[in-house]
């Protein structure tokens, strides 16, 4: 397995634009994370699929803002109508549910950077 | 609502001695506690974690101390290693839930 991969590494867009992400999680991880993380701030919890459900979204996932996940297996996050307060690395990870004794071991993407000009 | 804090920004240490990073955090409904690390251009990747009843977990190089009572971990490196330059997320999972709240991370540079 190769990890997590992100789709694409860096989009430049123009602000109003549409752009989407993909994430293809470690084949046998059943449970699909994205976060948001901007200069200097550590990763920001957006949302997450437990398979094809979207089970939890953060306030901070706009209208604007979808994520897909529609076969349990890769996701999407797109971002209509870019803003540049949007311009932030976006994060996937994944990981299998967690053991009632254990920790939520998320492994993680290497991200895409968006930047919203 | 920063519910896991990281004070210090950056941090730089010898080659050889011992890297020390500190992590505060609010919410008594954390029941583990993680760390990663991050190069730049790369995800983090995780390095250790620790059980809220535990006060300390220990793998090869790396330990990591919890004080419960004032809300407080560390992670210790030792010896530091010029490897080990990188940026150091602390990290928390609520019980019950699924998702990991980050710190903000310090950046660790060793130097030779």
């Known amino acids: 397995d190769t990890g997590v991969s992100q789709d694409p590494r860096h989009k430049i867009t123009k602000r109003g634009q549409n752009v989407t992400f993909r994430c293809d999680p470690i084949?046998?991880?059943?449970?699909l994370y994205w976060y948001r993380q901007t200069l200097g701030q550590g990763p920001e919890f957006l949302t997450y699929?437990?398979?094809?459900?979207?089970?939890?979204k953060s306030r901070l996932l706009s209208d604007r803002f979808s994520a897909e996940r529609p076969k349990g297996s890769f996701s999407t996050l797109e971002i209509q109508r870019t803003e540049q307060g949007d311009s932030a690395m976006y994060l996937c990870?994944?990981?299998?549910?967690?053991?009632?004794?254990?920790?939520?071991?998320?492994?993680f993407g290497a991200g895409s950077r968006l930047t919203v000009l | 609502d920063q519910q896991v804090k990281q004070n210090s920004p950056s941090l730089s240490v010898q080659e050889g001695r011992i890297s020390i990073l500190n992590c505060d955090y609010t919410?008594?409904?954390?029941?583990?506690f993680l760390w990663y690390k991050k190069y730049p251009a790369e995800g983090p990747t995780f390095l250790i974690s620790?059980?809220?009843?535990?006060d300390k977990n220990e793998d090869g190089r790396f330990t990591v101390f919890l004080n419960k009572s004032a809300k407080h971990l560390s992670l210790h490196i030792v010896p530091s290693q010029p490897g080990d330059s990188a940026v150091y997320f602390c990290?928390?999972?609520?019980?019950?839930?699924?998702?990991?709240?980050f710190g903000q991370g310090t950046r660790l540079t060793i130097n030779p």
């Open positions: 084949s046998e991880h059943n449970r």
């Open positions: 990290a928390a999972n609520i019980r019950g839930a699924q998702k990991l709240v």
């Open positions: 919410n008594s409904m954390f029941d583990y």
């Open positions: 620790i059980s809220s009843i535990k």
């Open positions: 990870a994944s990981s299998l549910s967690r053991l009632s004794s254990g920790a939520n071991v998320l492994t």
């Open positions: 699929f437990q398979n094809e459900a979207q089970l939890e």
